[in-house]
């Protein structure tokens, strides 16, 4: 695809780096964000099937605790089958850079590199970490606008805080996202250490507040999503019991009747090697959902 770059300025976007990879092209740009207000980076795969300037279908992929906008197009082992597919990838940051937060980056599993894809309605966290939106409505138009990326064939997949973050926006949203994954996700964070660390600090201390954001909830209080949801966990995962806890959403969509393919794979742990082991399951779910040929 010849990029025009007078459209990237116009959109306010700054290209970093491209490379070729799989007969297409690895991208990683940066914008103002108007919704975190600070810079914002996110990365693009697109296809060989996109270099005509025809409009692909999109998945958007978010990392995990302490990841970029990088890790997922780097370590998934994602792009030979995204290529094959002709699905592009979208990979946007974990969280927002530059808030100047005080303790912001004292703890892994909070502030920076941990925005948990919601809007924090606490302060000092209010202003910029409004990761929620930002995944929601934001990235979404701008990339959409700026790529040939077909806005109607639109998935979402995560791993581990990113698979909270598949799932919840998922369920929140199901005409617009049209398909959903994860790896290893974060299923009910109301009742998990990382999940309580981060719903507290970002919204307080009314859990009702928190149901909009946790997966379980979502199921709960009547959310649904057309289409099959994949969910693969490692059985060796060193987070399984204290973090993970699948089975809170396996009780929850039997009840809700909610289709859902959770499968437990032996011996994989939470790291990358698990998702390389099975990335290609999942584009090839979010393929047949979103009608690629």
Known sequence: MKRDARMDKALGLTLLEEHKSHGGRVMFYEHASGVLGLPARFGVFLPPAAQSGNKVPVVYALAGLTCTQETFLIKSGALAEAARLGLALVTPDTSPRGAGIEGEATDWDLGTGAGFYLDATEQPWAQHYRMGSYIAQELPLLVESALPLDGTKRGIMGHSMGGHGALVHGLQAPLFWKSISAFAPVVHPSVVPWGKKALSTYLGTNHAAWRAHDAV?????????????????????????????????????????????????????????????????????????????
């Open 217 to 293: 909830c979502l199921l709960e209080d009547g959310y649904r999503h057309s289409a099959p949801i994949l969910v693969d966990t490692g059985m060796s995962d060193q987070f399984l019991q204290r973090e993970l806890q699948p089975w809170h959403l396996v009780e929850a969509a039997e009840k809700a009747g909610q289709t859902l393919i959770c499968r437990e794979q032996e011996g994989y742990d939470h790291s990358y090697w698990f998702v390389q082991s099975f990335v290609v399951d999942h584009l090839r779910h979010h393929a047949a959902i979103l009608g690629v040929a």
